[in-house]
């Protein structure tokens, strides 16, 4: 078994508790989540009820308060079983919800937590738009001020949980730059586009948003007004820190499924696991994995210290996501013709991997953003690396 990483006590039986829910709740459906596209609302409220959807929001306020540790365990574990389900929990954790919490006002805060955290409410982070992705700043969706508050029209595209969301983190240009508003799905003027038919993540509904003059008042605005920026930054930093995990659970379901069939299948009256060439094969996958877990917990650890880290947070999806894909690529060639069919699981943890190296980010951009970061501590000092001064 691959070593667990030292956690304290609290944090091992968190792990053990998700885990008994993932083997009970999530794994029997997790064909039928993919197969049928099927998002299970049941479940995910359920997991309101077990305290994992609000797993980093203090208890007054309806969460269990155990931190971002407690949220990457939670998406590792659902990772495993179901990786759209895991990229579903963390829109609604981490994307919306712990956002609203960190930026909220008071009011905000008595009025949406409890729901968010319970499951009686399902959140959206609403960013990227039609004619803006990686450059989301390019947005075009607007707020203007009107008499005491604002009028908010535009459109958001893939957006996951938006086919079922309660409410919504939206990002608007204003005067002041970017603001963040929320805005519910019962608002007037707010409509939902077309579920998008996807290659993996299936069940994990995405979707688009338009907003016909929705006129919301100043107390939906969240956070200061003219910080959008900074909201916007930090809350990207950290959904690349905790979305990494999705993919570190999915490598490791993808690496157990290959160990297990390479003891298993015989070729040639050897078993698969003594060839070299597999060796070869489940010694680079261990690696990627470990390494990449490695290195995720070392994100978020940078993230809670500091929450504009962005060199770790992108290193760490970077590597998580083509570690994951690389794992299941691998995994279905240890499996043969066999990995290829459906039946085989790795085929469906291959499809999911892909979305890694797009949501939260390109792997471009990714790379572009720790490049960017590498040439500027370097100018500030160029043994910034041996001087431990990115810790
Ligand atoms: C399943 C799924 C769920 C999602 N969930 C959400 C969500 O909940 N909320 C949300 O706001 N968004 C969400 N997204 C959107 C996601 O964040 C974007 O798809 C992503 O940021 C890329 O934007 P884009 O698709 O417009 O691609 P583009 O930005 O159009 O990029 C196209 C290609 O050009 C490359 N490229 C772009 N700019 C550069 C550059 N400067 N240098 C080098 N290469 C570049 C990209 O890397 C990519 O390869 C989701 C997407 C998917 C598929």
Known sequence: MMQEKPEGET??????????????????????????????????????????LGVTIPPEYGGSGLGYLAQAIVEEELGYASASLA??????????????FRNGSEKMRKEFVPRLC?????????????????????????????????VISGSKTLITNAPYADLLLVYAKTDAGFTPFVLLGTDKGVTRGKKFDKMGMRGSPTGELFFDAVSVGQ???????????????????????????????????AMELAIRYSTE??????EISEFQLIQEKLAYM?????TSRL?????????????????HSAAAILHAAESAEYVA????????????IKDSEVERLLRDAILGQIGAGTTEIRKRLIAKELVKLYRKDNNFLGEDEMR
Request: overall charge neutral; aromatic content about 10%.
């Open 11 to 52: 944090f091992r039986i968190l792990r053990q508790s998700v885990r008994e829910f993932v083997r009970k709740e999530v794994l029997p459906l997790a064909v039928k989540i993919d197969q049928d596209d099927y998002f299970p609302v049941d479940v995910f409220r359920k997991m309101g009820a077990m305290g994992y």
């Open 87 to 100: 990229l579903s929990y963390g829109a609604h954790s981490n994307l919306c919800l712990d956002n609203l």
């Open 118 to 150: 319970s499951g009686e409410w399902i959140g959206s982070l609403c960013l990227t738009e039609p004619g803006s992705g990686s450059d989301a700043l390019a947005m075009k969706t607007t707020a203007t001020r009107n008499g005491g508050g604002f």
């Open 219 to 253: 107390d939906r605005i969240v956070g200061s007004y003219a910080e959008g920026r900074d909201v916007i930054l930090s809350g990207l930093n950290s959904e690349r820190v905790i979305l990494s995990f999705i993919f570190i659970g999915l490598a490791r379901r």
């Open 265 to 270: 299948r015989k070729q040639s009256g050897k």
């Open 286 to 290: 261990y690696t990627r994995y470990e």
């Open 295 to 311: 290195l995720a917990y070392e994100a978020l650890e940078a993230m809670e210290r500091d929450r504009m880290d962005v060199i």
């Open 329 to 340: 690529r691998e995994a279905i060639q240890i499996m043969g013709g066999i990995g290829y």
